[in-house]
């Protein structure tokens, strides 16, 4: 192999690794002051052409006379707290009129500590499990925090004469930390750029329709699974939000593909699909493909990008949080 094939390599290597840093840095700071348009990235394969055409056709969402609002996803679908990314509280009680007494006095626990707490509750009725989220994009939970949730949780349970189990307290404040540099590595956006415009307003309406995405109230496309959980999403680059009225007259420079590792299910299919439209977009529009630091993605590149999610995928599977669960979309949000 040539010297001239070895550095050449080697820049290749350098631009991948460069983007998944970028993102990670950048998604790390940004999650701390205020909600970005879109977080840097690649791109997976969840649908295949059969699958994203009989989307199109079955979802009402895609008739172009309107955008829709953004369904929620299944945040709260979570049937309790999870020892993965919460601070866990059990306490039983014998009391056969304890439940009512529980639920009344969780609401306020629940609101002061919103959205962190979390309460489970045994199909008997006598026995629960009180948790809160140890880490979120707003970082881990401190130790004073921990303190007030335990003991409102103590007095609670000794309100209705309930027997209580609780972790020690150091050791939960270490395991939020551990938890929050954990994310600070796997909380990555993977985006891809199409430039060369101005392009066509109607024409990126017409590819993103056609490949299953529809224009939702933040004014982006995206592209939702059954489950309506977001799998990326499409809009102008520059942030200017598209609406159906503009559509016709809307002529962004460039546009942006993005996607949440963390929150996203089938991370490599859905990646490949989202830069299968990236190309197809560049195709039809006469555009280019590049990532954030304006480097040319071509198919290799894509396809080490690809590996390298699966490697983030498998640590966030080990940590007990795959990605797009319950215990992922709460703790990515």
């Not at 309100?159 to 590595?185: I, N, W, Y």
Request: proline content about 5%; glycine content about 8%; aromatic content about 4%.
């Amino acid at each position: 192999m040539s010297e001239l094939q070895i550095g050449l390599l080697g820049i290749g290597a350098l631009v991948v690794a460069g983007v998944l840093a970028y993102n990670r840095i950048q998604e790390r700071g940004a999650r701390r002051e205020a909600e970005r348009a879109f977080r840097s990235g690649h791109a997976d394969v969840l649908l295949d052409e059969t699958a994203t055409a009989r989307a199109a056709a079955d979802e009402p969402h895609h008739a172009p006379a309107a955008a829709r609002a953004a369904p929620t996803a299944p945040e709260a679908a979570a049937a309790g707290p999870d020892p993965a990314i919460d601070y866990i509280v059990e306490f039983a009680s014998g009391q056969a009129a304890a439940l009512a007494s529980v639920l009344e006095q969780w609401t306020a626990i629940e609101r002061r500590h919103a959205p962190r707490a979390l309460l489970g509750t045994a199909t008997d009725g006598k026995s629960w499990r009180a948790g809160l989220q140890l880490v979120s994009r707003d970082g881990a939970i401190g130790e004073a925090d921990l303190i007030e949730f335990r003991s409102a949780v103590e007095t609670l349970a000794a309100s209705v004469g309930a027997t209580v189990s609780a972790p020690e307290m150091r050791a939960a404040v270490d395991a939020a930390r551990a938890l929050d540099d954990f994310c600070a590595d796997t909380d990555i956006q993977v985006v891809v750029h199409v430039v060369g415009g101005p392009f066509p307003g109607t024409k990126v309406r017409a590819a993103a329709e056609a490949s299953g995405l529809a224009l939702e109230d933040d004014g982006k496309f995206a592209l939702r699974n059954d489950a309506k959980l977001l799998l990326y999403a499409l809009g102008a680059r520059d942030g200017a939000p598209f609406t159906a009225a503009s559509m016709r007259e809307a002529a962004p420079a460039a546009l942006t593909l993005a996607l949440e590792v963390g929150r996203t299910p089938e991370t490599r299919r859905t990646f490949e699909s989202m830069a299968r439209l990236a190309h197809q977009l560049a195709a039809v529009l006469g555009g280019s493909i590049v990532d954030d630091n304006g480097n040319a993605l071509d198919e290799r590149a894509v396809a080490a990008i690809a590996q390298q999610l699966d490697a983030v995928r498998a640590q966030l599977e080990a940590r007990g949080v795959p990605p797009g669960s319950p215990a992922a979309l709460r703790l990515f949000s």
